[in-house]
């Protein structure tokens, strides 16, 4: 199983089938103009036979990115079809008032060659409720926002991580050199206390990875710069 970060919340796991989940198109100038700093370069040319979308943001449904003919599901609620087999759906918020802030966002949880994963997208909510967490039910990696300000921040995450526990957690949607209007994820590892793997690069292995859901394992994974 491969594993592929290109910024923000967007991820491509491949094994024998291929799912993107939250791609964007090019961010650098749109988001200049308003004084912020996005240096992800965009995804494109992503080959894929499943992409989910969490919701409807520039910087998460950017699907002109995904070549073949991938199945969508965006935004949405349900026990759905999909080229993996079943993926859950579950209502969330992007914030801490019902989502009349940021609107709705989609928590997926789907499994791949064995692997079960849950990605929270932009959760803004503090905690998860307890008929989310027993949809998402065990995983065995977690993809969890940790850069605070439209998404929930270190202490949320990590309280999160520890009710959900994971095998594999891998931060997203935090600031880095690539970012400057999130938090870095300090305060995220400071609050977990699991272990940690820096790695240098975007993308990595995970049938090696040695997690375990009482000591889970952390990969940082190195931001990709345009």
């Not at 975007?202 to 000591?215: A, H, K, N, P, Y």
């Amino acid at each position: 199983m491969r594993l592929r970060w290109f910024g923000q919340s967007a991820f491509l796991l491949e094994g024998t089938k291929r799912i993107l989940i939250d791609p964007f198109g090019e961010m650098t100038e749109r988001l200049a103009a308003r004084g912020m700093v996005f240096r992800h370069p965009a995804v494109t040319g992503v080959e894929a036979d499943l992409v989910l979308v969490t919701h409807e943001h520039g910087d998460h449904n950017g699907i002109d990115g995904a070549e073949g003919s991938p199945v969508v599901l965006r935004s949405t609620a349900g026990t759905l079809d999909s080229p993996v087999g079943e993926v859950v759906a579950i209502a969330s918020e992007h914030d801490e008032r019902a989502g009349v802030q940021r609107g709705p966002n989609t928590i997926f949880r789907f499994t791949l060659d064995g692997l079960t994963a849950c990605h929270l997208g932009d959760l803004g909510q503090r905690a998860l409720r307890p008929e989310q967490q027993a949809e998402i039910g065990s995983v065995d990696l977690l993809f969890v926002p940790v850069g605070g300000g439209p998404t929930i921040g270190g202490a949320e995450a990590a309280a999160i991580v520890r009710a959900l526990a994971p095998r594999i957690v891998v931060p997203m949607h935090y600031g880095s050199e690539a970012i400057d209007f999130l938090e870095p994820p300090d305060a995220f590892l400071e609050a977990l206390g699991a272990r940690v793997e820096r790695l240098e690069a975007s993308e990595t292995d995970l049938d090696d990875v040695d997690g375990r859901s009482e000591d889970p394992i952390v990969l940082l994974l190195a931001p990709p710069l345009a």
